[in-house]
């Protein structure tokens, strides 16, 4: 089994003070894909290149203590992407691609951040640049290879991947939009939400990130915003999947999805 594991940090240095390193030590994840770092590379050297057995591959965000990606894993990637090229979100730290290459196999692990809107309007037309023009780079991508793309994509694609769904129906995450342009990935782009594919039917049980305002948490009043998007061929691989709740050292909860990658 392939242990793949993606987690919004809410700052890597954050995360390893409140038990990220002894999470990873107990469920010793192959992969892990990790969002909102909030360090430089200077931040990372000495402290961060590895943990519990993964090396890290990462792209900085240029302002300091804003997003960042990594993806950590146990096997040497053949090549690794940095940034998708963009001219407006790369700088922004939001893309790193490792790559498992042989003769008969073209195989990626993504982590991946989409921006939020929920700041303000400047920053929601700034969410839809990156959604239209990151639809055709997975489109393009899949053409070639096949792919799991891990992150807080910042999009519940459902009425039942949050709580107050009637509420949120005009804010960002739950805009029209933005579940049109998951719904359309996965009908047209042939794109699999694999958690989805697994458990098709959960609701309050699904959720990945909760607010910090009220007793959000406590109520369990959340959203499902972190995803596994895969090309059907490892889709088809995919054999359970967990999402650890109770475990505080984000705002997000780790979800890890088993692939039988050896069937």
Known sequence: MFKLTSLNLNGIRSAANKGLEAWLDQHQPDCICVQEVKAQAA???????????LKG???FAEKKGYSG???YTRHEPSDVIIGYGSSEFDSEGRYVEVRFDTPSTKLSIISAYFPSGSSGEIRQQAKFRFLAEFYPHLLNLKQNRE???CGDVNIAHKQADLKNWRSNQKNSGFLPEERDWMTKLLDEGQMVDVYRKLQ???TDTCYTWWSARGQAYANNVGWRLDYHLATPALAAFARREAIFKDIKFSDHAPITVEYDLKS
Do not use: C, M
Not at 43 to 53: H, K, N, V, Y
């Open 43 to 53: 931040d990372i050297a000495g402290r961060f290149e590895s943990l519990s057995g």
């Open 57 to 59: 591959h990462f792209q």
């Open 69 to 71: 990606v990594g993806v």
């Open 147 to 149: 792919f799991i793309l």
């Open 200 to 202: 098709p039917d959960t």
